[in-house]
């Protein structure tokens, strides 16, 4: 039983992040402007941190976050 129950999380928890993501996606496509800072945000962590993929992500993550409250997330 704890093992459909473990699977089962994951399941509604792999649903939940795709909707996230699917979110993120659809804000960016009908929102210039965080597009626009988004992209710049990106384009310079991955200039500055072209071999660490832990401070890149750190680096996005504020502006992520602030995008996922937006939507309602």
């Known amino acids: ?7 089962f999380s994951w399941k509604r928890y792999k ?13 960016l496509r009908t929102h210039k402007e965080d597009r626009e800072k ?3 945000i990106k384009l310079q962590a991955a200039i500055k941190y072209p071999t ?5 992500i750190e680096t996005k993550s504020p502006c992520i976050t ?8």
């Not at 039983?1 to 699977?7: E, K």
């Not at 602030?66 to 939507?71: A, D, L, V």
């Open 52 to 56: 660490d993929i832990d401070s890149y």
């Open 1 to 7: 039983m704890a093992r459909f129950r473990a699977l």
């Open 38 to 40: 988004y992209s710049v």
């Open 15 to 27: 649903e939940f992040r795709t909707k996230k993501y699917i979110a993120f996606r659809n804000y």
């Open 66 to 73: 602030e995008i996922y409250k937006k939507c309602g997330l």
